[in-house]
């Protein structure tokens, strides 16, 4: 059987004879084939070039074929993927299918019915091979995977289709978590760069006296234990693209550089005196206003406007609500496939608390809430499950807000601002120091601990409150 329109296959499979027999098959057939071993190897292949279909084994080391998988849908959610699995892996298979899988071949299986998979699953890619299919990807569904679909994130889905073609530098502001480097990575994928390399550096992460040597490299013998010429990141990224995360955590020095680099785009490696001429472009992400900085001292004006050709400001989860059941999906999806269970429902109540919490930490918190709760949960996921924490407190009913609610109702007619503000301590108070003492039946060292007071002051508030109460009634 020939393949009507030839085109590029991944397979990804433990057994090497397997992946063996499938490109003989696949090629014979016209198709062009790579072939990966594991996890770690499909995420490196999948990130160097985009296949017309991917086969990927349900069960294979370093990721989970099902993680891969996971991952896989949300950054590329045209991509047919189809699953090879054992037949004690059928479940996994028909999970795999709910998680935006394309089909799944069981083993051992019929090389016509691979053929016949192949061909329909690249008949849905409009039976083309792109060569350089990254530069025409739909960024806006791919974003709306990973991200939601809110008006919010719809405008920067706008931000990011505007400067993507360009070589502009760009800065993307936004709250920690709220996805600055998956940005980061949907213009470099959008932009002529996409079949060159992204390269991400922290720079919060890497010491001053370190981050001269990361970006730029060193000679030989340039310091003491430079046994070795080391080339940069700006060399490693070159023809792609450098992201600068928490760039606004680099020294003054390293940023003198950074500005000579990107005016001259030569680097000079630490001990060097010839200049190494590098074609990257720079994308940098703060989670603190850079201008702020400036005003500061604490980050250069002149790199400020070197880099600012174009700004993207992601708005943090609070600001977002419609996006955050979508995503508490999607982290329950992938968890479950991960984890092999089956997909869970969440109960009202959960529902009701994920979208009345405020989510400090952003998409990042959300995905560790979820993760936590899928792994603790059975057949649906309780709003108990989802062990939330504000200042200490674990909220567990949402009749809570409700209690604190109506407390600013007590005494306001003919009461003083200061009456009024003392009432609403004394029964906001009241009410967080009950509710830890009834999730910790009733242990008072316990309760002192998750509220972070001695023992003797908790003792003191209750005697209060058992007074209060005892004149009230």
């Known amino acids: 059987m020939k393949s009507i329109d030839p085109g590029y296959v991944l ?14 098959l696949l090629e014979k057939a016209g198709y062009e ?9 499909a995420i490196k292949l999948l990130s160097q070039r985009e296949p017309d279909v991917l086969l990927l084994d349900s069960i294979i080391p370093k990721h989970s074929g099902m993680a891969v998988l996971a991952n896989t849908h949300a950054l590329y959610p045209q991509l047919p993927v189809i699953i090879i699995t054992g ?5 996994s298979a028909v999970c795999a299918i709910k998680a935006g899988a394309w089909d799944y071949i069981p083993k051992p299986f019929d090389n016509n019915r691979v053929l016949e998979l ?7 890619r409009g039976g083309k091979h792109h060569s350089n299919c990254k530069a025409s990807r739909n960024t806006k569904n791919r974003i709306a995977a990973m991200m939601g679909n809110s008006p919010n994130i719809q405008s920067v889905v706008r931000d990011v289709i505007n400067v993507a073609h360009t070589d502009f530098s760009v800065i993307i502001q936004g709250e920690t978590g709220t996805g600055k480097e998956l940005i980061a990575k949907n213009i470099h994928l959008a932009s002529q760069r996409a079949t060159g390399v992204f390269i991400p550096i922290d720079c919060g992460a890497i010491p001053d006296s370190l981050i001269e040597n990361e970006l730029f490299g060193h000679e030989k013998g340039s310091y003491t234990g430079a046994d070795r010429v080391q080339a940069g ?10 992201f600068l995360d928490e760039i606004a955590n680099m020294s003054l020095s390293a940023q003198s550089k950074l500005l000579r680099v990107l005016q001259e785009r030569v680097v000079y490696r630490i001990g060097a005196t010839n200049p190494i001429p590098v074609n990257v472009r720079v994308l940098a992400a703060s989670n603190e206003g850079l201008l702020d900085a400036v005003v500061k001292g604490k980050f250069r004006e002149d790199l400020y406007y070197r880099l600012n050709e174009y700004t993207i400001c992601i708005p943090p989860l609070r600001s977002r609500h419609e996006d955050i059941l979508f995503l508490a999906d999607r982290f329950m999806t992938e968890t479950c496939i991960e984890l092999d269970k089956t997909p869970l429902d969440f109960s009202v109540a959960a529902k009701d608390m994920l979208l009345r919490y405020q989510w400090p930490g952003n998409v990042r918190e959300l995905r560790a809430v979820i993760r936590r709760a899928v ?9 108990d499950a989802l062990a939330l924490v504000i200042n200490g407190i674990e909220l567990s009913q949402p009749t809570k807000e409700h209690h604190l609610n109506t407390v600013w109702h007590f005494c306001l007619e003919g009461s003083s601002l200061k009456e009024i503000t003392q009432l609403n301590i004394d029964q906001i108070e009241r009410i967080i120091i009950k509710d830890t003492l009834k999730k910790t039946g009733n242990n008072k060292a316990e309760a002192a601990r998750r509220l972070n007071i001695d023992y003797k002051t908790l003792h003191s508030k209750l005697k209060k409150i058992n007074a209060a109460e005892v004149n009230k009634s």
């Open 233 to 242: 990141k700006f060399e490693a990224a070159d023809g792609g693209t450098l």
């Open 118 to 124: 192949v061909n329909r699953a690249m008949q849905t």
């Open 33 to 41: 084939t790579q072939q990966g071993y594991d996890g770690d190897m």
């Open 87 to 91: 037949n004690v892996g059928i479940l």
């Open 11 to 24: 397979i990804i499979d433990d057994d090497k004879d397997i992946c063996d027999l499938l490109s003989h």
């Open 375 to 383: 792994l603790v949960s059975e057949k649906e996921i309780a709003a």
